[in-house]
T-cell receptor
Framework: AQSVTQPDIHITVSEGASLELRCNYS??????LFWYVQSPGQGLQLLLK??????LVQGIKGFEAEFKRSQSSFNLRKPSVHWSDAAEYFC??????????FGTGTKLQVIP | GAVVSQHPSWVICKSGTSVKIECRSL??????MFWYRQFPKQSLMLMAT?????????EQGVEKDKFLINHASLTLSTLTVTSAHPEDSSFYIC????????????FGPGTRLTVL
């Protein structure tokens, strides 16, 4: 069965610092991978996705993620965090015609 | 971009009553819609997948008679929580998938249900 692990429940970074959110997945074939962001009381917004091709994926708001098949990882990065990035981030995995499974989320706190 | 709306955004109801939540794709046709439930500080749990014009497919452990899903058109799906109880209080989020676009889901803003 497919699954996603986000090992960090809560991360605190200073504004302007770099960010990396970890995501490990389990999937039987080449996965489709996603990162979503959720602000309090809101739905989810897609930051970026990987279906195939270049393993370094650029997304919105200055985020990027790298698919590493050997490590079954799809970590999300941002070189300089802004206070408005404070939110909850979900990694998700799916496949062609398959349902999408979400990780448990990482809550990001940004301090001045 | 593709927009999905939900109505209402927040509903409070008495125990034993039924509540209907609407999910609409505003600028695209959604052949498939998904309903998720999110408990506080937890991830999204898929409840069911609905395809336009056919019965919804429920995930294991989800009571289909409790959570009625209807997807009567390419732009509208409804979730009815029947005989709601306090334990049904949660954040319900729908998503919709465009025909022909594999596995990209667009999420609604969610509906917070509080059952007294």
């Amino acid at each position: 069965a497919q699954s996603v692990t986000q090992p960090d429940i809560h991360i605190t970074v200073s504004e302007g610092a770099s960010l990396e959110l970890r995501c490990n997945y389990s999937y039987g074939a080449t996965p489709y991978l996603f990162w979503y962001v959720q602000s309090p009381g809101q739905g989810l917004q897609l930051l970026l996705k990987y279906f195939s091709g270049d393993t370094l994926v650029q997304g919105i708001k200055g985020f990027e993620a790298e698919f590493k098949r050997s490590q079954s990882s799809f970590n999300l990065r941002k070189p300089s965090v802004h206070w408005s990035d404070a939110a909850e981030y979900f990694c998700a995995v799916g496949g062609p015609g398959q349902k999408v499974t979400f990780g448990t989320g990482t809550k990001l706190q940004v301090i001045p | 971009g593709a927009v999905v709306s939900q109505h209402p955004s927040w509903v409070i109801c008495k125990s034993g009553t039924s509540v209907k939540i609407e999910c609409r794709s505003l600028d695209f046709q959604a052949t498939t819609m998904f309903w998720y439930r999110q408990f506080p500080k937890q991830s999204l749990m898929l409840m069911a997948t609905s395809n336009e014009g056919s019965k919804a497919t429920y995930e294991q452990g989800v009571e289909k008679d409790k959570f009625l899903i209807n997807h009567a058109s390419l732009t509208l799906s409804t979730l009815t929580v029947t005989s709601a109880h306090p334990e049904d209080s949660s954040f319900y989020i729908c998503s919709a998938k465009e025909a022909g676009v594999d596995n990209e889901q667009f999420f609604g803003p969610g509906t917070r249900l509080t059952v007294l």
